[in-house]
């Protein structure tokens, strides 16, 4: 029994003593065991010894944020000044507008959005045509959060490009610089500014896909071409914001996606800067665009090609020798007939030795001059291949 007894002692004395030990280690000076992190082993089994990745303490005031560049990749420094070059540039267009309830014969309130960018110190702004179509109120909201009133200075349907002016601080505005959309390459870099779904002054990255592609004007019958696809996402809210290459020049205005859903599919397009600055100097200048006229009101679509039916009179045309069908009488018993003689008629091949396979490609080809220019018709005449001059006129 007091062998026994004396064990019981040994055992308490011995607990007593590990109880201590533990005390020890377990004090508030040390973090407890369920504090102290787990080694994270590599493929060799060995821990990692790294450095943790972010400070424990803030950064001190005015420290230069782009000090954190040099731990980016070199694409990612550039995606990160563009941004910082252009985001200023780019505003939120919100209109108000009215469509009618055909079974109330009521007008109902309805708000669209948009996006734009600073062209000039003066306060005018870039964006698509179809973005204002039809306002009655358009507000602009540059980067400082400041909304302002807007006016429409021009619009051209056509290309659907269009020109708002704003009265604001010339401090807050911040004008993009335009590049040169004919060098522009498939497989480039750009990037795409907007609002998609009203998140303003939002990038997205992505490439050229394709260029010299063809769309058709959402106000008329004509053709815009030329236009840049790309695959950087554009979505609702994007239309009428700039698309830039990697130096931050404005080579584009971003205008249509090709979706079934009404959403980004990688495949959205872009107006070309090269035919937005030629127009926007005549929308504000003269509200419009004035076109070259060559004096042809009419012409028929043939396999062979554009035959024309009337001239204007005394029109550029006219002047130049060109003809139309001539009207042939007949009478038949008391009535008399008037009929077109395409006989007499002037078939047109091409302009300036490009050829002209429909209505669309003979104003593209007219229309990319100026005013005042001279442009050959290579047209059949009687059978035989006939060049004619003609020096255009101002249009209305």
């Known amino acids: 029994m007091k062998r026994i007894l004396m064990l019981c002692g040994l055992s308490s004395l011995l607990g007593f003593a590990v109880a ?192 010299n592609r063809s769309l058709p004007s959402r106000r008329t019958n004509r053709t815009i071409k030329q236009i840049i696809q790309i695959d950087a996402a554009i979505n609702p809210g994007n239309s009428g914001g700039p698309l830039l290459d990697t130096r931050g020049r404005m080579i584009g205005i971003n205008t249509a996606i090709a979706s079934r859903t009404g959403e980004s599919a990688g495949v959205g397009f872009a107006i070309p800067i090269n035919t937005v600055a030629r127009v926007v100097p005549q929308l504000v200048r003269d509200g419009r665009v004035i076109r070259p006229d060559i004096g042809i009101a009419k012409v028929m679509e043939t396999e062979e090609g554009l035959l024309i039916a009337t001239l204007v009179p005394g029109g550029a045309a006219e002047k130049a020798g060109l003809r139309g069908m001539s009207v042939r009488t007949r009478r038949s018993g008391m009535l008399v007939f008037k009929e077109l003689d395409r006989s007499t008629a002037d078939l047109i091949l091409a302009v300036n030795g490009e050829e002209t396979k429909n209505v669309d490609d003979f104003l593209s080809s007219i229309e990319s001059h100026q005013a005042g220019d001279q442009v050959v018709v290579n047209i059949v005449r009687e059978g035989r291949k006939v060049d004619i001059p003609v020096r255009l006129e101002h249009g209305e």
């Open 20 to 211: 201590l030990v533990a005390g020890e280690m377990l004090s508030p000076a040390s973090p407890s065991l369920a504090q102290q992190p787990a080694p994270l082993f590599g493929r060799s089994g060995q821990p990692y010894t790294a450095s943790p990745p972010f400070p424990t303490a803030p950064q001190p005031r005015g420290a230069d944020p782009l000090a954190s560049l040099d731990e980016l990749t070199p694409e990612e420094r550039v995606n990160i000044a563009v941004y910082e070059n252009v985001n200023r540039s780019v505003v939120n267009i919100t209109t108000q507008s009215v469509r009618g309830d055909r079974f109330f014969w009521m007008e109902i309130p309805s708000e669209g959005e948009g996006s734009g960018a600073v062209i000039d110190r003066e306060g005018r702004i870039l964006t698509n045509g179809h973005v204002i179509d039809g306002a009655r109120a358009i507000q602009v909201t540059l980067f400082t959060g400041k909304s302002y009133d807007a006016e429409l200075v021009g619009q051209d349907a056509t290309n659907d490009v269009a020109v708002l002016k704003i009265d604001a601080p010339n401090e807050d505005l911040f004008p993009v610089v335009f590049g040169d959309s004919t060098r522009l390459r498939v497989g480039q870099r750009v990037y795409a500014i907007g609002n998609p779904f009203g998140l303003e002054r939002t990038l997205t990255t992505g490439i050229i896909s394709s260029l």
